[in-house]
């Protein structure tokens, strides 16, 4: 069964930075279908998108982290990694892994669509 575990959270100072590491397995990601994204949630809010590499081939950022957040993957690790840099108190959330086969396109900023997700880690950001 495909499993995702993050790691990589904790509390830091706004413009800090933070990285993510996502270990996948059960999955093959050189297949060329898997598609892998971030998502997070805070406390009494609904999980919103942050970035995912569609298919491996093209990357796509929610509009509040573009520019400040890189993500990226190592397929041979079967590994998705979150680069944040310039942390806000706004990016304060626990932060999910997902990873689905076949999702399209348009479904690549939907939760729902996502058949994999990992535990979640903390992000904390103070001001």
């Known amino acids: 069964q495909v499993q995702l575990a993050e790691s990589g959270g904790g509390l830091v100072q706004a413009g800090d930075s933070l990285r993510l590491s996502c270990a996948a397995s059960g999955l093959t990601f050189s297949g060329g279908s898997v598609t892998t994204a971030w998502f997070r949630q805070a406390p009494g809010k609904e999980r919103e998108f942050v970035a995912a590499?569609?298919?491996?081939?093209?990357?796509y950022y929610a509009d509040s982290v573009k520019g400040r957040f890189t993500m990226s993957r190592d397929n041979a690790k079967t590994a998705v990694y979150l680069q944040m840099n310039s942390l806000k108190p706004e990016d304060t959330a626990v932060y999910y892994c997902a990873a689905d086969r076949s999702l399209i396109l348009s479904s690549v900023t939907t939760a729902h669509y996502y058949d994999y997700w990992g535990q979640g880690t903390q992000v904390t950001v103070s001001s």
């Open positions: 590499s569609f298919r491996g081939t093209r990357t």
